[in-house]
């Protein structure tokens, strides 16, 4: 139990572009989900935190503009990359907390590599 | 300061040795710390939980030290599988925030 799928799992996209990214939770209800960014030989970077019909939470230096997150439903949240640059090119993982687990476990997706052109 | 700091490595030790990460962090208000491992180009998937009063699973102990404020992962008999970058992360803020350092490399070689 507790797998969280990504979509797509790599994308290349030209300069300009937007890209959405999904991140599902298949058998489990995610009250929150997460998104991150790892850039090569970096560590993971909290982008924001999504909750199930509310706006999102940034953390400080992410743009909301740019970086677009729609939690629609407890097992889906997006994550859109608007006008994508070069400097966007990074690795995106999402994870999910779900509700009924005690402790709140983070169950990571498997990621999405973006490279923009 | 950054929240939690890691020794980035890498760590290169033969098969069978005995290797130790430590990993700092500068909020005394973290509750609970985790260790994770991560394979490149993969998402990083939970080792352990790291309690105060240690955490051993098999070849692989976790320690929290809250007084000075590390956290530790030992790791024993170390195999070629065992090769992969360690996060620490530490659970931050009302929304159970993971807040991970920077990875430690460990490669081990035959």
């Known amino acids: 139990g507790a797998v969280v799928s990504q979509h797509p799992s790599w994308v290349i996209c030209k300069s300009g572009t937007s890209v959405k990214i999904e991140c599902r939770s298949l058998?489990?209800?995610?009250?929150?989900m997460f998104w991150y960014r790892q850039f090569p030989k970096q560590s993971l970077m909290l982008m924001a935190t999504?909750?199930?019909?509310?706006?999102?939470?940034?953390e400080q230096g992410v743009e909301k503009d740019k970086f677009l997150i729609n939690h629609a439903s407890l097992t889906l949240s997006t994550l859109t990359v608007t006008s994508a640059h070069p400097e966007d090119s990074s690795f995106y993982i999402c994870?999910?907390?779900?509700?009924?687990?005690?402790?709140?476990?983070?169950?990571f997706g498997p990621g999405t590599r973006l490279t923009v052109l | 300061r950054k929240e939690v700091e890691q020794d980035p490595g890498p760590f290169n030790v033969p098969e069978g040795a005995t290797v130790a990460f430590n990993c700092t962090y500068s909020?005394?208000?973290?509750?609970?710390f985790f260790w994770y491992r991560q394979d490149c180009r993969k998402e990083p998937k939970l080792l352990m939980s790291?309690?105060?009063s240690g955490n051993e699973d098999g070849r692989f102990t976790a320690q929290l030290n809250r007084a000075s404020q590390y956290i530790s992962l030992l790791i024993r008999d170390s195999k070629l599988s065992d090769s992969a970058t360690y996060l620490c992360?530490?659970?931050?803020?009302?929304?159970?925030?993971?807040?991970f350092g920077a990875g430690t490399r460990l490669a081990v070689h035959p």
């Open positions: 994870s999910a907390v779900s509700g009924e687990k005690k402790y709140n476990e983070q169950f």
């Open positions: 058998d489990f209800q995610a009250t929150t």
């Open positions: 999504s909750n199930e019909g509310s706006k999102a939470t940034y």
């Open positions: 909020n005394s208000a973290s509750q609970s």
């Open positions: 790291v309690y105060s």
């Open positions: 992360a530490g659970l931050s803020g009302g929304y159970n925030k993971l807040i």
